[in-house]
């Protein structure tokens, strides 16, 4: 008989937030910050799950490249407050993880950036990616 060692599930959440974002999270919602609070229930629900957390708004975070993202069994991406029309430091860091995870195709918003296109609200209130997009 064969006998099988299951490793652990190692898992990446990225947090697309600033430092002052989720601190402000962190103190309106039990001291966790969005990634961490995925991860623990992410840990409650599959136990000794391994998981990293990396900060692609901050200047200076450690972020894996592609040969790193491979090591994952998956990533979460656990959201954002900032806007990808407006391209500060802290947007475009992301754009570039998120060309290393998707290979420059990501959903709408991030893959139209990538092209050198744009995102912004229209006279609603509602995301123009997707017409931009679909009809360029």
Do not use: W
């Not at 652990?8 to 937030?17: E, K, Q, S, Y």
């Not at 600033?18 to 103190?27: C, D, G, L, N, P």
Request: aromatic share 8%; hydrophobic share 45%; proline share 6%.
């Amino acid at each position: 008989m064969l006998d099988v060692v299951r490793r652990p599930l190692r898992l990446l959440f990225v947090d697309g937030n600033t430092r002052a974002q989720r601190e402000s999270h962190a103190a309106g919602y039990g001291g966790l910050q969005p990634a961490q609070a995925y991860a623990e229930e992410v840990a409650a629900i599959e136990p000794g799950v391994v998981t990293d957390i990396c900060l692609p708004a901050d200047a200076g975070a450690n972020l894996p490249d592609g040969a790193g993202l491979k090591s994952y069994d998956g990533i979460v991406l656990t959201g954002s407050a900032l806007h990808i029309y407006q391209l500060e430091p802290a947007v475009t860091r992301q754009i570039e993880l998120m060309r290393a995870i998707y290979g420059g195709v990501s959903f709408l918003a991030p893959a139209s950036v990538i092209a050198g296109g744009a995102e912004g609200f229209g006279p609603q209130g509602i995301s123009l990616v997707k017409f931009f997009f679909l009809c360029t």
